[in-house]
């Protein structure tokens, strides 16, 4: 096993202020992400483009134009092999929180089965580890930050309700120690 000399998270991953109100463009753009047509592309065409959009462009450009974006890296919980998605994020305090939306779909995302059969990952070019929010108060308070930095978590929120499907948070801490296991710096968005 290899050890990964961390890079401080401030190098890697841009800061996002969750307390900062959106402005009137990252708003029309969320009232956007919510039309059938921004999920058809998201969940069949951002997925597979955002990850190569990120490296190729050292994490400026994606999809989601606007909102803060980077790469999350985790493990196939059947497969092992390695998984990149382009994830929405925002600070609070040291942990980076992401939402596993799903566009409000039915199901959970992928990448969230992954993480919770392995949590550590790396998120921007950080390892990581990954938590599960389950305290209500605390989501609440984490979803008041999400729907700050991206309107459209709270359409949402309501169609994954409608669906009986509770949309997870997680929190991510920088890891202190951590093994690559195998982890390479290959292309990103190749499984």
């Known amino acids: 096993m290899t050890q990964v000399e961390l890079i401080p998270m401030s190098s ?3 800061y996002v202020d969750p307390t900062r109100p959106p402005g009137l463009v990252k708003r029309g753009y969320a009232a956007f992400a919510t039309s059938r047509l921004a999920r058809f592309i998201s969940r069949h065409l951002g997925w597979k483009l955002d990850p190569l959009l990120l490296r190729a ?4 450009l994606a999809t ?4 803060p974006t980077a ?6 919980a059947r497969s092992g092999a390695r998984r990149r998605n382009a994830i929405i994020y925002f600070h609070d305090a040291e942990r980076v929180t992401i939402v596993a939306s799903n566009a409000g779909s039915s199901k959970h995302p992928a990448w969230y089965h992954n993480l919770r059969a392995d949590a550590d990952v790396i998120f921007g070019g950080t390892p990581m580890r990954a938590t599960v929010v389950d305290d209500e108060a605390e989501r609440q308070r984490l979803w008041r930050l999400a729907d700050r930095v ?3 978590f709270a359409t949402y929120r309501r169609d994954a309700a409608k669906a009986d499907r509770t949309i997870p948070i997680i929190q991510l801490s920088p890891e ?3 093994t690559t296991r195998g982890r390479t710096d290959g292309p990103q968005g190749r499984a």
Request: net charge positive; proline share 4%.
């Open 12 to 14: 890697q991953l841009r």
């Open 57 to 60: 462009t050292r994490s400026r």
């Open 64 to 67: 989601t134009l606007v909102f």
């Open 71 to 76: 790469v999350l890296e985790t493990r196939g």
């Open 150 to 152: 991206f309107p459209a």
């Open 176 to 178: 202190l120690d951590v």
